[in-house]
Structures are given as structure tokens and as C-alpha cells.
């Protein structure tokens, strides 16, 4: 029988082969049928990086040195200047007579701190706090709701951020407002004859409707149309439903970072990274600072000090590779446009420097004080005391402690604040006594 007719008695066998074969090949290709594309780092393994690294240990040294308490002093010199007589509040930049509520809890946290280490009697620390207590608690609300985005310390009007009054208000931060809630707590916690001026504050500001699904919600105002916005990534979001829950707020998403989170290398570490944009623009922007007020304040979690440990190793890293001495965060800067991210991540590139608006300033570098004394608190490596000395020469001890150093030109950052001289001082007290949640010996 020749070729040919064996071919024709075997051609339906081969059409049902050919016929499996393409099923099979049409059912695979269904199974991926929509899949999104995957964003790197991202998918179920996603904390995988952070499973497989080390933490680094606390460095809480449980005593302070003369040199400890020198620096402290010049931190709280600050708050000695820049607190308003008539009303108790702190300025949240030398001389200029504004805060938000972000400030205000780093009064807080500085009072606290100042007390811990000796710099202030108890009696003193409860009279300061009582004071802020009694002037928040005069505030005229957002809508009779939250605390507004800022305010005149002395007259306790809402304003705009050029200070100037404003009958409507610009809407509240939850990240802002969630701050100041923590550090009330702390509060609750280290005076606990407050407690009950505490609970009354709280208890005046509608917290309910800052919180959504879980997610912390805020307001913005323009033209008078206000508009309700997600607020935090990555870092801040969950320092910021640490004080919620704190509350007994159910914030489980904004404390969930697995829906949000994809993975960066920067100088072979891995960096936590938020998938959402910053302004529904700019990809988002990766600091120290919301790790340093964890640490210092709450204490870490397990999740955080993996992630802590990560962003201070990126910024080690950079330095032996490059020979620059980098300690990077948000900071206010001395000229225009006063005010920076410096990133580990940001913008979509390692050690981007972004405006809020998001446009790309890197001659702003700053390598910042509050930056070296907290990793120097919480981690304690020869790289953080090389930071600390560094900073060390441009203290003012009759102003206080300065935002920092400019990489490009090794000038000062000149710019004074409430939030950079608070750091030192609970960087300074997070070695003696650890936390400030805990209560001191």
C-alpha cells in the first residue's frame, strides 16, 4: 500500500490530534486572557525581599552622655523661642507665627522628650501641654468638623499657608490630624492627669469622618468646592493608622500596605515603594521620615523595621559608593522654594529631590539633621555617628538646630523648625529610655 493511501486512512486520527493539541493550546491562552501586566515587585511575594533581609537591632543605650544633653539643649532652645505667650503654641518655622497640626504634635513629642531627659521639670511639661490642650481646644473647626490645614499661633484664626486668614479654611490632613491624635496618646500615656483634657478634645473633633473603608480620608478646598481625597502612602499611611487604632479606629487598609507596595532596588537594597501616584501624578515619593517617627515614637513593628532597616542601608550604601554622606528626608529648605522631598525613591528614580508639585529639584539635596540624629538613635552604626558629626558644626545654640546640609554646595540649610529640633530631642530621648509609649523609669 503506498504512502499515499496509508495517509488517507489515517486522516482522522490526525485531525483529532491536531484538534487536541489546538484545544490545548486555546485553553491555556484563555487561563491568561486579562491578566494585568506585572509591576515589578508586586504579587503575592511581594514582602519576600524584606522576609529575607536581617533587621538591624535598636541601639537604645539607656543612659545619655554630656554630649547627648548639650545637643538636646540646643534643640529645645528652639521651642524656648518660638513659643507664643498668649496661646502656648510652637511656630512651626523660627519666627513665623503658623502651625499646622503635624507641628503641633511635634511639640508634643518635643515637650515629652525635653522632660525625659531632664531639660524640664514634670510640673513644667504638664503646664506647656495643658496649654496646647486648652488653645486646640478653642479652635474653630473645618466645617465645625476637623481641625483646619493651619493656623495663626497667635490668634488662633484659620489661615492659608501664607498665613493670611481665611473665613472658609483650606480643608483638614488626615495624615496631619492623625499625627497630633498619636502623639495625644503619648500624652495619655506619660501624663495620665490629662487624660481626661484629652478625651474631651477628641471627643469635640469628628474623627469618624476622616476614616472610610478603612482608609484615612481628607478634604481639599478649591474655589470653594470641596473635595474629599485617600490620603498617605506607603510610610506615612501606616505611622498615620498606627495612632488611629491607637483610637480604636478601623483603618485596615491604610495600615495594609500589600495592595499598595511594589519593590525598588537602590544600591542593591530594597526599597517599599507605593504604587499610587503622589497628586494623582507623580510617582511617589520614599523618605525617612515617617520610619524615624515610628521608631522614635510608637516603636517599631516587625513590617517597619524591616522596611526602616532597607531605606537606612540604601542611604549607607550611597555613601560608600559615592563618598557622600547621605541622610536624606523631607525638609524646608532656606530659599525658594522652601520646601523638598529628598528621596531614596521618588518621582520614578532613586535620589530624586521633588517639590510637592513634583518637579525635580536636585541641587536642593539636603543631608538632614533630623535624619542623622534618628538613625543614630535607632540603629546607632558607625555611619550614623559620622552623620552626626557632621551635622554637629553648624548647630546655633542660640536658635537650635538647622534642617541641615546641602549636598552641592556643603552650605547650611539655614531653615529652623519645629519638626527637625523635635526629632533630635526624641532621638535623643529614644536613647536613654526607648519610646516615647513607654513609660519612663
Given amino acids: 500500500m503506498s504512502f499515499r493511501d496509508n495517509l488517507s486512512r489515517a486522516r482522522g486520527h490526525i485531525v483529532m490530534i491536531l484538534a487536541l493539541i489546538l484545544g490545548l493550546l486555546l485553553v ?3 487561563e491568561t486572557l486579562g491578566e494585568p501586566e506585572p509591576i515589578a515587585g508586586n504579587g503575592p511575594d511581594v514582602m519576600q525581599p524584606f ?11 539607656g543612659e545619655s552622655s554630656e554630649r547627648d544633653l548639650e545637643h538636646a539643649e540646643i534643640a529645645w532652645t528652639y521651642f524656648r523661642n518660638n513659643v507664643n505667650d498668649k496661646t502656648g503654641l510652637a511656630n512651626s518655622v523660627h519666627n513665623y507665627p503658623s502651625t499646622t497640626m503635624w507641628e503641633t504634635g511635634s511639640y508634643l513629642v518635643a515637650i515629652l522628650s525635653a522632660e525625659r531627659l531632664g531639660l524640664i521639670e514634670d510640673a513644667e511639661a504638664q503646664d506647656r501641654i495643658a496649654r496646647v490642650l486648652n488653645s486646640l481646644s478653642k479652635l474653630r473647626l473645618f466645617q465645625d468638623l476637623l481641625p483646619n490645614k493651619a493656623y495663626h499661633t497667635g490668634t488662633l484664626q484659620l489661615v492659608n499657608y501664607a498665613n493670611q486668614p481665611v473665613e472658609l479654611g483650606l480643608g483638614w490632613s488626615a495624615l496631619d490630624i492623625a499625627r497630633i491624635v498619636g502623639t495625644l496618646g503619648l500624652v495619655e500615656r506619660n501624663h495620665p492627669d490629662l487624660a481626661p483634657e484629652v478625651e474631651a478634645l477628641l ?6 469622618r476622616m476614616v472610610k473603608d478603612g482608609e484615612l480620608i481628607g478634604t481639599n478646598v478649591t474655589n470653594d468646592d470641596i473635595r474629599e481625597n485617600q490620603e498617605g502612602r506607603v510610610g506615612y499611611e501606616q505611622y498615620a493608622a498606627k495612632a488611629m487604632m491607637s483610637f480604636g479606629f478601623d483603618v485596615y487598609r491604610a ?5 499598595d507596595l511594589m519593590v525598588k532596588q537602590v544600591e542593591g537594597h530594597p526599597i517599599p515603594v507605593d504604587t499610587r501616584l503622589h497628586r494623582a501624578s507623580t510617582p511617589a515619593f520614599v523618605v525617612s521620615e515617617p520610619y524615624l517617627f515610628d521608631g522614635l515614637e510608637f516603636g517599631f513593628d516587625d513590617r517597619s523595621r524591616r522596611f526602616a532597616t532597607a531605606i537606612y542601608r540604601a542611604q549607607e550604601a550611597r555613601h560608600a559608593d559615592t563618598g557622600k554622606l547621605t541622610a536624606v528626608t523631607e525638609s524646608h529648605l532656606s530659599e525658594a522654594p522652601y ?19 513634583g518637579e525635580r529639584i536636585d541641587s536642593r539635596r539636603t543631608m538632614a539633621t533630623k535624619a542623622a540624629f534618628g538613625w543614630d538613635a535607632l540603629f546607632g552604626t558607625e555611619y550614623t555617628a559620622q552623620l552626626v558629626d557632621a551635622v554637629e558644626g553648624f548647630a546655633d545654640p542660640e536658635k537650635g538646630w538647622p534642617e541641615g546640609i546641602y549636598e552641592e554646595t556643603g552650605e547650611v540649610n539655614g531653615s529652623t523648625t ?3 529640633n523635635a526629632v533630635v530631642l526624641a532621638a535623643l530621648a529614644f536613647k536613654a529610655t526607648g519610646p516615647l509609649t513607654r513609660v519612663a523609669p
Fill in 28 to 30: 491555556m491562552w484563555l
Fill in 51 to 61: 522576609l529575607d533581609l536581617e533587621p538591624l537591632p535598636l541601639a537604645i543605650r
Fill in 203 to 208: 471627643g469635640r473633633w469628628r474623627l469618624d
Fill in 255 to 259: 495600615y495594609d500596605v500589600a495592595g
Fill in 339 to 357: 520646601f523638598a522631598y529628598s528621596t531614596i525613591w521618588g518621582g520614578g528614580a532613586p535620589w530624586a529631590v521633588m517639590t510637592f508639585q
Fill in 418 to 420: 519645629a519638626n527637625t
